[in-house]
């Protein structure tokens, strides 16, 4: 009897014992590979449903999510992978609600953070301030929760708000207000202890207008409490230029070409009224010009060296090569020349002996 007992026991044993083994092969070893289907963007039922008909187990765990409540909004392992049945997929899905996006207002300035959270339809929570190198005095340092994040309106946002950085010796730390509204710079001038001092407005395509472009002292200079920090500030408002001179006709127009100042060539002036203006004291006499002859207006500005230097002034047509100019000019000199030539021309200058320029004139 004993005996028959044992046996029997044995039995039992090995049976328990493979089946373990079995299902242990047919949970991980066993069975076809299964192509995880796409539930993303599914109801949570038909997901499930679906997942369970294919041999495949579902965690399913919930999160914040704009999408509506019970809708599938992530899933692993992705769509297509190949698994073993008995696998689990896990399925993020919607709790839903009204949820929106925590705007960022690390960065911003205290008033400024907190007109952004109210226009977001959220509150201001807790404000702690502290000293900090990194950030301006009345800037925020950091947010809770942080962003980017989805959370219900008229939540609590905390805020950490800088003191600017510690006072050393009694002075204070010119925040950096560059590129910042004038409004904001202002704020936060005064709320490091500081004062604005003059404000000017200057012209500028870099930069956007109303924004901080230069101060004095710069950041990170030390001043005593109350000192003064100037600011320059971008406007978009062009200054006025000045007025144009009066036109005066000749009696008989004629074909002028023009040598500006500065090194750029000026394109031929059709037939026409002109407008000359000179400067009697660099006026130089040229030949009387003949009928037919067209005239090379010939304007030069000696750079303002330290020093006078030569200046040699050729020109070159069909009749030859003439020289119109070779002599000491003093720095900063002004030369006006009006040269006639016949046909084709160019005219060459030379200053200390090097070529500076050459325009050719048809």
Avoid at 83 to 97: D, E, M, N, P, R
Avoid at 191 to 218: C, F, H, I, R, W
Avoid at 261 to 290: D, L, R
Avoid at 296 to 306: C, F, G, H, N, S
Wanted: proline share 10%; no cysteine; aromatic share 6%.
């Amino acid at each position: 009897m004993k005996r028959l007992f044992k046996i029997t026991l044995a039995i039992l044993i090995l049976v328990i014992a493979g089946s373990g083994i079995f299902a242990f092969y047919i949970i991980f070893f066993g069975g076809k590979d299964i192509a995880v289907p796409g539930l993303v963007g599914s109801p949570v039922v038909d997901a499930v449903s679906l997942t369970e008909k294919m041999g495949l187990l579902v965690r399913i765990d919930k999160v914040d999510s704009i999408q509506p409540a019970g809708e599938v909004v992530s899933q692993w392992p992705e769509p297509g992978s190949r698994v073993k049945k008995g696998k689990i997929v896990i399925l993020k899905v919607s709790k839903g609600g009204d949820r929106q996006p925590l705007p960022d207002v690390r960065g911003m300035e205290y008033g400024q953070a907190v007109t952004r959270l109210q226009e977001s339809g959220f509150d201001v929570g807790d404000v702690v301030r502290i000293n900090s190198d990194s950030r301006p005095a009345g800037v925020i340092v950091a947010q809770s929760p942080a962003s980017p994040v989805m959370v219900p309106p008229g939540r609590r946002i905390d805020l950490l708000v800088s003191l600017g950085p510690p006072r050393t010796g009694g002075k204070i730390v010119v925040p950096d207000v560059l590129e910042r509204s004038e409004k904001i710079a202002r704020q936060i001038i005064v709320q490091s202890g500081l004062k604005v001092g003059t404000v000017k407005y200057e012209y500028t395509y870099m930069t956007p207008a109303g924004m901080v472009m230069n101060m004095d002292p710069k950041p990170g200079s030390t001043l005593s409490p109350e000192g003064v920090v100037n600011l320059v500030v971008a406007t978009g408002k062009k200054p006025a230029e000045p007025a144009a001179p009066a036109a005066v006709p000749r009696e008989e127009p004629e074909t002028v070409v023009s040598f500006p100042t500065g090194g750029i060539p000026a394109p031929p002036v059709e037939p026409g009224p002109t407008v000359v203006q000179e400067t009697p004291a660099a006026q130089q006499t040229t030949p009387t010009p003949s009928p037919g002859d067209k005239i090379a207006r010939i304007r030069y500005q000696v750079p303002p060296l330290a020093q006078s230097m030569p200046v040699r002034i050729e020109i070159v047509d069909k009749n030859g090569t003439r020289v119109l100019l070779d002599r000491q000019a003093s720095a900063g000199e002004y030369i006006s020349l009006d040269a006639p030539y016949e046909g084709q021309s160019s005219v060459t200058i030379y200053l200390g002996g090097e070529f500076v320029w050459q325009d050719r004139y048809q």
